[in-house]
Antibody
Framework: EVQLVESGGGLVQPGGSLRLSCAAS????????MSWVRQAPGKGLEWVAI????????YYVDSVRGRFTISRDNAKNSLYLQMNSLRDDDTAVYYC??????????WGQGTLVTVSS | QSALTQPASVSGSPGQSITISCTGT?????????VAWYQQHPGKAPKLMIY???NRPSGVSNRFSGSKSGNTASLTISGLQAEDEADYYC??????????FGGGTKLTVL
């Protein structure tokens, strides 16, 4: 059974940093593109970043480029999102999701990031 | 990258069919056959319902179907059921090698 479990969310002040993790199991992690998608409270989905299975290709949405870094450790079946210079509008539930840029077929339950002073 | 355009809400009675539209540009919806649709119930993670415009993942009811014409994709749900009441989001691959979502459509089953 495919499972994705996010962790690392919490309350952080504007300008602060946070690192999200996603533990994957039930599939060959290194063979799959992985994404982070976020959802602000009461709002729609926003795609954040994607990384290829071997880590050789990475893409970001314009609003986070230069502040967020997606990475993976295939030996640990884990996906990460390092978030720096956090802003109020980064407040959201962050989901990790499996699949290429066109779609995601499995999603985690999400982890809430709140940016507030 | 601008969000794809979806109607804010649609509604239908049990047994009826409804269609949700998703309009983009030639740089996303119109340029690639990589449109997907997701269903999201309150407090839950999104669920993939359609990928690559018209393909259904295993386990998704054949009451759900997808299509595309030009820069507009559509999701049709036939034989509406109470459990279909949810938010629906479209997404598309883009020329920037990223993904863009629609703003979401709230489906109400009357």
């Amino acid at each position: 059974e495919v499972q994705l479990v996010e962790s690392g969310g919490g309350l952080v002040q504007p300008g602060g940093s946070l690192r999200l993790s996603c533990a994957a199991s039930g599939f060959s992690f290194s063979n799959h593109w992985m994404s982070w998608v976020r959802q602000a409270p009461g709002k729609g989905l926003e795609w954040v970043a994607i990384i290829k299975g071997d880590g050789s290709e990475i893409y970001y949405v314009d609003s986070v480029r230069g502040r967020f870094t997606i990475s993976r450790d295939n030996a640990k079946n884990s996906l990460y999102l390092q978030m720096n210079s956090l802003r109020d509008d980064d407040t959201a539930v962050y989901y990790c999701a499996r699949g290429p840029a066109g779609w995601s077929d499995y999603w985690g339950q999400g982890t809430l990031v709140t940016v507030s002073s | 990258q601008s969000a794809l355009t979806q109607p804010a809400s649609v509604s239908g009675s049990p047994g009826q069919s409804i269609t949700i539209s998703c309009t983009g540009t030639s740089s996303d919806v119109g340029g690639y056959n990589y449109v997907a649709w997701y269903q999201q119930h309150p407090g839950k993670a999104p669920k993939l319902m359609i990928y690559d415009v018209s393909n259904r993942p295993s386990g998704v009811s054949n009451r759900f179907s997808g299509s595309k014409s030009g820069n507009t994709a559509s999701l049709t749900i036939s034989g509406l059921q109470a459990e279909d009441e949810a938010d629906y989001y479209c997404s598309s691959y883009t020329s920037s090698r990223t993904r863009v979502f629609g703003g979401g459509t709230k489906l109400t089953v009357l």
